[in-house]
C-alpha cells in the first residue's frame, strides 16, 4: 500500500531525526490510548503466558572440520549475537537450535572456515541494553555482529527516539571496531495470535513504524537490516508447531525460519556471497538487479517493514550514498516457502561444534 508506505517512510524519518538530534518529545501513541493498551498488554501477557526457563548456552567453534587440511589454518571469523530473547534464543532446548547456532554453523559452511559464537543477548533486552552487551561483545574482536532487538522496546513503552538512537549508536560503535552489522528489525507484534484488537492493531503500527525508523538509523550509521516483519506470522497460525511453549517465542522450527532469512545478509556483509549480489553493484539511477530497488533511504526501510525478509543496505556504504539504499528481497515467504523439519541448509553436524551448552 503506497499511501501507507509514504506515511510510514515520514514518520520513521521523524523518528530518526529526533533520535539522531536527542530529541524527546516524540511520541508514537495519543495519551488517550496509554490507559486502554496497559490494559490490553496485561490480557495479552495472560494469554501468552512466561516460559520458565532459560535460553540454552550455544557458544563455541562452529565449522571445526574446515580448520583441518594441507593449507595453513586461519583464525575462526567472530560472530557476536546481541539482542533480546529472540536472538538468546529462548523457547528452545538445545544451543544447536539457537539463532546465534544456526547463523554460526551455516557461516561456517559458506565461508568454508570455522566460525567461534559470541553470544551476549538476553531475555527482556531492549535497546537501552544493548551499550552493556556491546561492551562484553568488543572484547572478543567480532568480524560480524546480528543484533535482534525492538520488540521489548514496543511492549514496555520505550520512546522510539530514544530506542532508535542507542542501537544507532550500538552500530556506530561496532562499524568503528571494523565489525559488520546486520540488524533484524522489529518483529511485526500485531502477528501473535494471543494480542486481540484494538491492540494488536496498534502494535502492528508501532511495530512498522519502529522497523522503519531502525533501518534508518541502522544502514546510516554504516549497517545492514533484514526486517523480520510478519515472518513468522502466517506460520504461526497455520503451523503450531513454529511456537514455542509460550505461543510467543519461535520453536526451533521458527529459529530456522529467521536463521535462513537473516544468514544471506551475514554472509554478504562479510563478501562472502555470489559476486553479483553484492550491494555495490547498483548505484543510484543506474540498473538494478533482478529482484532489487535503489531508493532513498526512508523510502526503502517503510517498504522492507512491509515485506519480511528484506535486506536494505546503502548504496555506498563509505560515502553520501547512504541516502540512497538498495532493497533487496533474498527470502521468498510464504507457506511452500517454509522449512521444512530438520538441519538448516549450510549447518555443520553436532561433532564439529565445540561450544557449551550443545547436548
Known amino acids: 500500500m503506497p ?20 530529541g524527546g518529545g516524540l511520541g508514537l501513541l495519543g495519551v488517550g490510548l496509554v490507559g486502554l493498551l496497559l490494559t490490553e498488554s496485561k490480557l495479552a ?10 535460553p540454552p548456552k550455544a557458544d563455541g567453534v562452529y565449522g571445526e ?9 586461519r583464525p575462526p571469523l567472530v560472530l557476536a549475537v546481541l539482542g533480546d530473547s529472540t536472538g538468546a534464543g529462548l523457547g528452545v532446548a538445545r544451543g544447536r537450535e539457537t539463532p546465534g547456532a544456526l547463523l554460526a ?6 565461508a568454508e572456515r ?12 531492549r535497546s537501552a541494553d544493548l551499550s552493556g552487551q556491546l561492551e562484553r561483545a568488543l572484547r572478543h574482536r567480532p568480524d560480524v555482529a546480528v543484533i535482534i532487538v525492538g520488540a521489548n522496546d514496543v511492549t514496555r513503552h520505550s520512546p522510539a527516539q530514544l530506542a532508535v538512537r542507542q542501537l544507532g549508536e550500538a552500530v556506530a560503535a561496532l562499524r568503528a571496531n571494523g565489525c559488520e552489522v546486520v ?15 484494538p491492540l494488536r492493531w496498534v502494535a502492528r503500527r508501532l511495530s512498522r513504524q519502529l ?5 534508518i538509523a541502522v544502514v546510516e550509521a554504516g549497517g545492514r537490516t533484514v526486517s523480520l516483519g510478519s515472518l513468522l506470522g502466517p506460520e504461526f497460525a497455520a503451523r503450531p508447531e513454529m511456537f514455542a511453549a509460550d505461543r510467543y517465542h519461535p520453536s526451533a522450527q521458527g529459529y530456522a525460519t529467521a536463521a535462513m532469512a537473516v544468514l544471506p545478509s551475514v554472509c554478504a556483509a562479510l563478501d562472502l556471497w555470489p559476486e553479483e549480489e553484492r550491494p555495490s553493484t547498483a548505484r543510484p539511477g543506474g540498473a538494478a538487479l533482478p529482484g532489487e530497488t535503489v531508493l532513498p533511504v526512508a523510502v526503502a526501510a517503510a517498504a522492507a517493514a512491509d515485506r519480511a525478509g528484506t535486506e536494505v543496505a546503502a548504496v555506498d556504504p563509505g560515502g553520501p550514498g547512504r541516502r540512497w539504499a538498495l532493497l533487496r528481497h533474498r527470502l521468498r515467504v510464504g507457506p511452500d516457502a517454509a ?6 541448509p549450510g549447518n555443520t553436524s553436532a561433532s564439529s561444534h565445540a561450544g557449551a551448552g550443545d547436548d
Open 3 to 22: 499511501g501507507a508506505q509514504d506515511s510510514r517512510a515520514r514518520v520513521a524519518r521523524r523518528i530518526a531525526t529526533a533520535a539522531a538530534y536527542g
Open 45 to 54: 501477557v495472560q494469554a501468552i503466558g512466561v516460559l520458565e526457563t532459560v
Open 65 to 73: 572440520a574446515f580448520a583441518d587440511g594441507a593449507a595453513p589454518p
Open 105 to 110: 554453523a551455516g557461516l561456517a559452511s559458506v
Open 114 to 125: 570455522p566460525v567461534r559464537l559470541v553470544n551476549v543477548a538476553r531475555s527482556g533486552g
Open 183 to 197: 540488524v533484524g528489525t522489529c518483529p511485526d507484534l500485531g502477528t501473535i495470535k494471543p494480542v486481540r484488537p
Open 211 to 215: 522497523a522503519a525508523a531502525q533501518t
Open 339 to 344: 522449512p521444512e523439519p530438520g538441519p538448516v
